[in-house]
């Protein structure tokens, strides 16, 4: 299955800029770690801190998020720059983990059983846990993407969740109530089919637009801002934020969004859902 360039929109996606500043910048910066919440700017997003991943070949990948105790503790989210010829025969190290995949840049081909999907910017993919996939990039052109794990919850009566692949385009903005189109939310996943235990949404927000009070809930959240700016609320601080910024919050951490551009402002969204909390608190 392929993506035709025609039914993409004209729409960018940020990811991680690499390279370094000037020897001679400001080392005053952006980033923020708070018992409650961390920003990690794009700015920060650079070459020193890139990983190598086991069983990936011509890739380097940012490690945003980690399962840590005591702050967030469900997912870990990356950025994969992927080269030409690059990719995985066995990309997922762990058999009871699921992912999200998101293409930010380029183009992938994921192989997901015998099924073959060529995946371009705004290309989005659903793995269930034990789900035999691949990942390579067989184009001329660097490709990138984001890539989130989490350890999926099995539930009594549940079957396995099936795999998703879709694309931006695709997905309808399903607009908040009161809101109209100023802030609206699509989602790849059904929110009403209990097997899948997290969902990865794009929030939308038109110039203006606004989540009108603090959010305060048990879901963890990893959000990579895609484009646009705004103001960020983040437990008792705004935080101006911008394409490429990503913020990790913990439970129960109060949010609240403004934005302030003369474009759309979106992210991409993670968080847990549809689960009992379990009652053996970890040490």
Same mark, same amino acid.
């Given at each position: 299955? *392929?993506?035709?360039? &025609? ?9 991680? /800029?690499?390279?370094? @500043? ?8 952006? %980033?923020?770690?708070?018992?409650? +919440? ?9 070459? $020193? ?13 940012? $490690? ?7 702050? &967030? ?15 995985? %025969? ?30 371009? @910017?705004?290309?989005?993919? +659903?793995?269930?846990?034990?789900? /035999? ?16 794990r989490k350890r999926f919850v099995a539930a009594k009566g549940l079957q396995l969740p099936n795999p998703i692949v879709t694309h931006d385009a695709r997905v309808p903005a399903a607009p908040m109530p009161n809101a109209g189109d100023r802030w609206s939310t699509q989602r790849f996943i059904d929110p009403l089919d209990t097997r899948y235990d997290f969902h990865v949404n794009i929030v939308n927000f038109m110039p203006g637009g606004r989540i009108p009070f603090a ?38 951490? @109060? ?27 970890? *040490?």
């Amino acid at each position: 299955m *392929k993506d035709t360039a &025609a039914s993409r929109p004209a729409r960018t996606y940020a990811f991680p /800029p690499g390279g370094l @500043p000037g020897a001679d910048d400001d080392p005053f910066g952006t %980033a923020i770690f708070t018992e409650a +919440y961390a920003v990690i700017p794009a700015a920060v997003q650079r070459d $020193i801190v890139t990983s190598l991943l086991p069983g990936w070949q011509d890739h380097r990948v940012w $490690i945003l998020a980690r399962p840590l105790s005591g702050f &967030a503790e469900t997912f870990a989210q990356y950025a994969v720059e992927l080269y030409p010829g690059g990719g995985s %025969a066995e990309p997922e190290p762990e058999r009871d983990a699921q992912a999200v995949l998101f293409v930010a840049e380029g183009e992938v081909r994921l192989t997901i059983g015998s099924e073959r999907h060529e995946l371009g @910017p705004g290309g989005f993919a +659903y793995l269930p846990p034990a789900a /035999p996939w691949t990942l390579w990039n067989h184009g001329e052109h660097t490709a990138r993407f984001h890539w989130i794990r989490k350890r999926f919850v099995a539930a009594k009566g549940l079957q396995l969740p099936n795999p998703i692949v879709t694309h931006d385009a695709r997905v309808p903005a399903a607009p908040m109530p009161n809101a109209g189109d100023r802030w609206s939310t699509q989602r790849f996943i059904d929110p009403l089919d209990t097997r899948y235990d997290f969902h990865v949404n794009i929030v939308n927000f038109m110039p203006g637009g606004r989540i009108p009070f603090a959010e305060t809930h048990v879901m963890e959240h990893g959000l990579y801002v895609l484009e646009g700016t705004a103001r960020y609320l983040l437990n008792r601080d705004w935080v101006e934020v911008g394409p490429g910024d990503f913020m990790w919050l913990r439970a129960f951490c @109060p949010q609240a969004c403004i934005a302030t551009g003369d474009g759309p402002f979106r992210y991409l969204l993670y968080k847990d859902v549809n689960r009992h909390p379990s009652l053996t608190i970890l *040490k």
